[in-house]
């Protein structure tokens, strides 16, 4: 199946939003942390630095997933977003890493900080952008269900926190408690390691074939059974692979049926499938009965 000419303009759109804002945010954040030494600045800076990296991997992942299937990937390359995710979760879990030891550092050598008049600007200026991507990405996932805008945005969602704890470590450090700047950057560290972990459980999930929740597949076989003609349905089997699934299933049919008729109806319970999830790249197969 190939996304509609929308679905690959939202795709592209949201990926090179993404992209401008984390690079938007990398500079501003730079200078802030140059005039404040702030380490939950840091903390931010290095998360945004990383963000701009994985948003570069989910434009090349997203531009490559877009291509239609050929004769060495039959399925197409949908699942070049969940390996997108999987490198978004190592980039994610190692920034937590370097922020931790940071404040653990600060911790143990407390420092004064410098000017954060400059840090609290940004800080301002990176919520505005990360809840105005999160609207854009909301629209193209709910359009196309994309894997690597779902992960680009679990990320930005908890960037909201993570820029909102920078912003009230700051004007709690202009009100003389320096001390909390560490201290929120070892917490902004923990969460943004439970962010790449959730990314990463998501991203196996698409990789090792998982199939899709019990009630999608209980509604898809109560479709197909509804077909007048149709005596029942077993064998159903599912994957996602980027933003589109790929359903199989038999279908239990009279063993008196000619097989145009047969043939008919397979096409019929592919039909309704795709119908209710137009996502679905659906395969029947007929079992005489």
Request: a negative charge; hydrophobic letters at 55%.
């Amino acid at each position: 199946m190939t996304p509609t000419a929308e679905q690959q303009r939202l795709l592209r759109l949201a990926t090179r939003a993404s992209l401008a804002v984390a690079c938007i945010l990398v500079v501003s954040k730079a200078i802030a942390w140059w005039l404040s030494d702030s380490v939950s600045l840091l903390a931010g800076l290095t998360d945004s630095a990383l963000d701009a990296v994985a948003s570069l991997l989910n434009l090349l992942a997203v531009h490559y997933a877009l291509r239609p299937a050929d004769d060495d990937h039959r399925f197409g390359h949908g699942k070049a977003e969940a390996l997108a995710g999987m490198a978004q979760a190592l980039f994610i879990g190692a920034s937590a890493v370097l922020i931790g030891v940071q404040a653990v550092s600060r911790l143990h050598s407390p420092q004064p900080l410098g000017d954060t008049a400059a840090g609290i600007g940004v800080m301002l200026l990176s919520l505005v952008l990360t809840v105005a991507l999160l609207a854009l990405q909301r629209k193209v996932i709910k359009a196309t269900g994309s894997t690597a805008v779902r992960a680009d945005s679990l990320h930005y969602r908890s960037d909201l926190l993570l820029n909102g704890s920078i912003l009230l470590a700051l004007l709690l450090a202009g009100y003389g408690w320096p001390q909390l700047d560490a201290l929120f950057g070892l917490g902004i560290a923990l969460y943004i390691l439970w962010s790449a972990v959730q990314i990463a459980r998501e991203s196996t999930a698409i990789l090792m074939d998982k199939e899709l929740p019990g009630d999608v597949a209980e509604q898809m076989l109560a479709l197909v059974t509804a077909i007048p003609g149709v005596l029942g349905a077993h064998d159903l089997r599912t994957r996602v692979s980027g933003s589109y699934w790929f359903v199989q299933l038999h279908l239990e049919l009279p063993g008196t049926l000619s097989l145009h008729d047969a043939h008919a109806l397979c096409v019929q319970a592919s039909a309704v499938i795709r119908e209710r999830y137009p996502q679905a790249d659906v395969m029947v197969h007929a079992d005489p009965l």
